[in-house]
Nanobody
Framework: VQLVESGGGLVQAGGSLRLSCAASGCTFEYYALAWFRQAPGKEREGVACITVNDGAPWYGDSVKGRFTISRDNARNTVYLQMNGLKPEDTAVYFC??????????????????????????WGQGTQVTVSS
């Protein structure tokens, strides 16, 4: 699985950006997709996750109400629409993908696990800088 992010850049506080992550080498509709970010000197943080079969997305607490994750299975692409950006959103943003696994027919990926589980593939990251 290969993931390539795009759409990062410099934006003023209050502005918007849309990140894209194009996937290849996988059956995209079977994969959960997530966005993470990492700022200098800080731990990696889960931003958002979208699973398969039109499941409801999950978000990190710091971005709820401002960011929206979506996927286009026809284009093998996942998006992160970021509105109301703040300087503290400045980070390198990474796309991650993992084929959804099941235990007794129940997905093992949940709201409680998505931000801490191991993902099969990661992108190279795209820088987002928000100026005050």
């Amino acid at each position: 699985v290969q993931l390539v992010e795009s759409g990062g850049g410099l934006v003023q506080a209050g502005g918007s950006l849309r990140l894209s992550c194009a996937a290849s080498g996988c059956t995209f509709e079977y994969y959960a997709l997530a966005w993470f970010r990492q700022a200098p000197g800080k731990e990696r943080e889960g931003v958002a996750c979208i699973t398969v079969n039109d499941g409801a997305p999950w978000y990190g607490d710091s971005v709820k109400g401002r960011f929206t994750i979506s996927r286009d299975n026809a284009r093998n692409t996942v998006y992160l629409q970021m509105n109301g950006l703040k300087p503290e959103d400045t980070a390198v943003y990474f796309c991650a993908a993992d084929r959804v696994k099941y235990s007794f027919g129940v997905p093992t990926l949940t709201d409680a696990t998505w931000s801490s589980m191991d993902y099969e593939a990661w992108g190279q990251g795209t820088q987002v800088t928000v100026s005050s």
